[in-house]
């Protein structure tokens, strides 16, 4: 069936801020969505409250509406706009909540709007609980023993009947929210109340838990003709007891029978036919008995998923951009494969590498929370390493964790104590899979390892292979290891830093030197979505150990930009849209933009962002090869956030050129003692301090600075390890627990200006102009962090003077600095006195913030200045910001419900949202001031 010619105009809802349980994998396929529908001549309309999205830039849609998502949202967009037809698919589970919600009061009907990609019906099978058991009955498919519940009599009801342990399954929820599992009837009750209560129904399902049992996903598309084609299938290493989000995944299974695999396509495909009008893409969860080979199904998502993002980076099919063709009237044999360019989109891709995902949490940020792992998600982002086997795949993805690992162990940092690992393997947290591999180096057999953790005893073994091989290793020097042992020990994903510690701790240095003199060299294959049976035109890689290289080197002038990494709290979404913007302004102005990241929720690691795209660790190893193959003019590491910032003194030190600003001054903003030094030479104010290496230095700094101070670290992000103390005993056991946690670090001890005002400026430099891109004033008070703070744009109470000051303390910074491009300073004001807190001289998290609004491609201009290719003069700045705007700070405490909710120097939100007010007698605006400012009553 071709285009539906009737859909001249398309709504895209989207999912709002980042939560954990719904993250940035929507922002990739609102995304890809939105343009695809562009391309076949639909106006497309979008709207989402989260300003760190792509999506939500005017390069992805052709009316941006940043507006809450609320039916009152939904109606002004289809009062000011002919919509033809809306695509809830795309924005996770809060779009389609949404998307019925107006279905459910007719304002769809009344708008003339139809629902595209999914049917209501759909969705009202699909996450009623009790409805969707029942849809598998009767296909005759298998699920667990349950009974539907909307109150508490009903649900102990339902426990006695099905017995313990059982799993409570609220409805409509996202990331598992409310749900759990219950061993004992003493815990029946919290946990029914709390799974009744995260339903916006008040309605869960209480069901059999096949705790224990190996679970599997399926991403499917369909079309209209009924056509279905399994794009992957992923396997979790994790048994079902965690949720999959926090499970490390696997792709293509490994372990998977064929007779079963056939059955479950079966299945899949039975229901994906059976879920009447549906066109797009799916996913589906089964879980497997290991001893009998049974299946049961899990649950249907239908619509793209946090899965979806993750095999579409597995296999190069760009899943989110066929499913909206597919919601339009295409057929899939109508499609191309966007990668070979001349095969169908109706085939299923195949795998020649191996793809392990690993999730990345930050436990550290909820002091006092369970760490378990269990059916609520926990994650706030996750990783993927590609290798030739599962060994290299999975050495690569605990590389790109940016947690200090280097790769799964060898590092001296193994636990010892068996005790703790045993407890540690029955009770999964974030650090199971490194536990597992000290367990088998300390002799536990696979047999009870297993037993502990029901993990496929393949997985297992995989793991023992690497700890017989590193055992092997250990008996030779770098002078007499022989080529073969070297070569295997590198197609096994060992980083040179884990031979370095392996051969005698030596440098890592010259691992990589000897064995590139041995010819043992890193070669680039593609992600082609064929195993090479077809010829390929992508231009994504992933990097081996083999003999023939598939990534051809051109005689462009090139720049590679390194990508941000996992999101985590301090470091999330808003990079990788500095990282797009730099990629796109690049491409502009004439240099191959190369994409290092390792990401794949991203858009920036989607197909067809950068000129040339490498999937691998933002990981100096990893980086210097690659930098050796393409010999680009430089690289650029202020828009990765912190984790490509600090691979900048490795970049330096080899005369890799640094694009943009130098090591060295970028070294003077981050190291907090030489920053303040620079503040007293160029007499700008700021809080009395001392450098610390020692908990002692520490005591007499903060005696002399006096009390209450600041205690913090270099070198870090989302203001990691900050803490303000009262005295002594606080500020040694502050700096005791830092130095722990972040050996020979240098400590700031500076004096907190309580009860001050906060505010930022971000600006660009060019060496000789000064842009002040955007002027915010915090809500809260000095103490609060930056990112958990409500920040108003322009400021709302700061003086002309004050204001004045700001402006000339950054241009006094940005020449000092050197800057080219990008930098972000903050201020605190007590007295009417303007103090510099630090400066940040990269992209920040309020950068986006501000080009959404303001409507002024900043990055665009920032990246050109770095590039050397234009100054300031050469473009035109127009605001077009009429009133305020707000960006208000998203939490996700209820994953860790008995985690204290007080806010501080350290960040905690997930997310934001941008408001826009007319003015400062706007209720949102007086709610947010009379909450949390403390200066409403002077």
């Known amino acids: 069936m071709p285009l539906d010619t009737s859909i001249k105009s398309v709504l895209i809802i989207g999912s709002g801020p980042i939560i954990i349980g719904q ?35 005017e390069v992805t849609a052709d009316h941006i509406y940043l507006l809450p998502l609320t039916l009152e949202s939904l109606e002004f967009i289809l009062s000011e706009r002919q919509i033809d037809c809306v695509l809830p698919t795309m924005g996770g589970q809060t779009a389609l909540n949404l998307c019925k919600e107006a279905s459910e009061v007719g304002l769809w009907e009344r708008y003339g709007v139809r629902v595209i990609g999914v049917d209501l019906q759909v969705i009202e099978t699909t996450e009623n609980r009790e409805a969707f058991r029942q849809f598998c009955v009767n296909l005759g498919l298998g699920v667990a023993p349950s009974i539907i519940a909307n109150s508490m009599l009903e649900g102990k009801d339902a426990a006695q009947k099905i017995g313990f342990p059982l799993v409570i399954r609220p409805s409509y929820t996202l990331g598992g929210s409310g749900g759990g599992f219950v061993h004992k009837s003493e815990d029946f009750e919290l946990a029914l109340s709390r799974g009744l209560q995260a339903s916006p129904v008040h309605e869960v399902l209480v069901e059999k838990a096949v705790l224990g049992w190996k679970e599997f996903e399926l991403e499917l598309l369909r079309d209209n003709n009924d056509n279905v084609v399994i794009i992957c299938t992923v396997e979790n290493l994790d048994p079902m007891g965690v949720h999959t989000g926090d499970s490390i995944t696997v792709a293509p299974a490994m372990t998977l029978p064929d007779p079963v695999f056939q059955e479950m396509r079966n299945q899949a495909m039975l229901m994906m036919r059976a879920l009447g009008n549906f066109s797009g893409g799916c996913n589906v969860q089964f879980a497997l008995n290991p001893d009998t080979e049974e299946i049961i199904v899990i649950e249907i998502n239908p619509r793209v998923s946090r899965s979806s993002a993750l095999a579409s980076k597995a296999t190069g099919y760009p899943i989110a951009k066929i499913a909206a063709k597919l919601a339009i009237g295409y057929t899939l044999d109508e499609l191309k494969n966007q990668i070979t360019k001349t095969t169908s989109a109706f085939f299923e891709p195949a795998l020649d590498y191996v793809i392990v995902k690993i999730p990345r949490w930050n436990f550290d940020k909820f002091i006092g929370c369970d760490p378990i792992l269990g059916l609520q998600m926990k994650a706030v982002g996750e990783v993927m390493g590609i290798g030739r086997t599962f060994a290299e795949a999975l050495q690569k993805a605990c590389q790109s964790l940016e947690n200090g690992k280097l790769g799964l162990g060898a590092d001296g940092k193994s636990w010892t104590r068996t005790q703790d690992i045993l407890d540690s393997l029955e009770h999964p947290s974030w650090d199971r899979i490194f536990k597992i591999k000290d367990a088998i180096d300390l002799g536990v057999p696979i047999h009870s390892i297993h037993k502990l953790t029901h993990i496929d005893p393949w997985f297992l073994y995989q793991i023992q292979d690497l700890v017989k091989l590193e055992k092997e290793i250990k008996r030779y020097t770098l002078q007499n290891i022989p080529a073969t042992l070297l070569l295997k020990a590198k197609t096994k994903g060992y980083s040179d830093a884990q031979l370095a510690f392996l051969l005698g701790r030596i440098e890592e240095e010259s691992v990589y030197e000897h064995r590139k003199s041995l010819g043992i060299k890193r070669v680039y294959k593609m992600v082609d979505t064929c195993a090479a049976e077809f010829e390929s035109k992508t231009n994504y890689f992933y990097s081996t150990f083999d003999v023939e290289n598939e990534s051809v080197v051109t005689n462009k002038k090139k720049i590679v930009v390194l990508g941000a990494g996992p999101n985590r709290i301090g470091q999330g979404i808003e990079f990788d849209y500095c990282c797009v913007h730099g990629i796109l302004a690049l491409k502009e102005v004439g240099y191959e933009a190369i994409m290092v990241n390792c990401n794949p929720e991203t858009v920036s690691t989607d197909f067809d962002i950068a000129d040339k795209l490498y999937f691998e660790p933002v990981f100096w190893e990893h980086l210097w090869e690659l930098i050796d193959l393409e010999k680009p003019e430089g690289v650029i590491v202020q828009l990765g956030g912190q984790t490509a910032l600090k691979l900048s003194k490795k970049l330096h030190e080899k005369g890799i050129k640094i694009i943009g600003t130098s090591y060295d001054n970028m070294d003077i903003a981050e190291d907090r003692g030489r920053f303040s030094d620079l503040l007293k030479e160029l007499g700008i104010p700021y809080p009395d301090y001392g450098t610390a290496l020692s908990a002692e230095e520490a005591l ?33 056991r502050s700096v005791i627990n830092l130095l722990k ?36 004033e915090h809500i809260e008070p000095a103490g609060i962090h930056s990112g958990d703070s409500n920040s108003v744009l322009p400021p709302y109470s700061l003086g002309p003077i004050v204001i004045e000051t700001m402006k000339e303390y950054t241009e006094k910074l940005c020449r000092a600095l050197d800057i080219r491009g990008l930098i972000n300073i903050q201020f605190a004001i007590k007295n009417d006195i303007v ?27 920032a990246t050109k200045i770095m590039a050397g290719t234009h100054k300031l003069k050469d473009f035109t700045f127009e605001p077009a910001l009429k009133g305020y705007a707000i960006k208000e700070p998203v939490f996700s405490f209820d994953k860790f419900p008995n985690v204290s909710k007080e806010l501080g120097p350290e960040m905690k939100s997930t997310g934001e949202a941008i408001y826009f007010i007319k003015d400062l007698y706007d209720p949102y605006f007086r709610h947010l001031y009379k909450e949390k400012s403390m200066f409403l009553s002077r």
């Open 741 to 776: 946690d972040i050996p020979d670090n240098k400590i700031l001890i500076d004096h907190f200006l309580d009860r001050a005002k906060e505010a930022e400026i971000d600006a660009i430099f060019d060496g000789d102009d000064v842009e002040i891109m955007g002027i915010m």
């Open 23 to 57: 993250a940035c994998e929507f922002d990739y396929s609102g995304s890809q969505a939105s343009r695809s529908l562009r391309e076949e001549g639909i106006e497309v309309s979008l709207i989402n409250s989260n300003p760190a999205t792509i999506m939500t830039d």
């Open 700 to 732: 007499v700094v903060a005696n002399k600075v006096g009390y209450p101070v600041l205690v913090r670290p270099s070198y870090v992000l989302g203001g990691q390890r900050m803490r303000i103390v009262i005295n002594d005993e606080e500020c040694e």
């Open 835 to 861: 103090y510099v807190i630090e400066a940040n001289p990269r992209a920040s998290r309020t950068t986006p913030f501000i080009c959404k609004a303001y409507k002024i491609p900043y990055l665009n201009v």
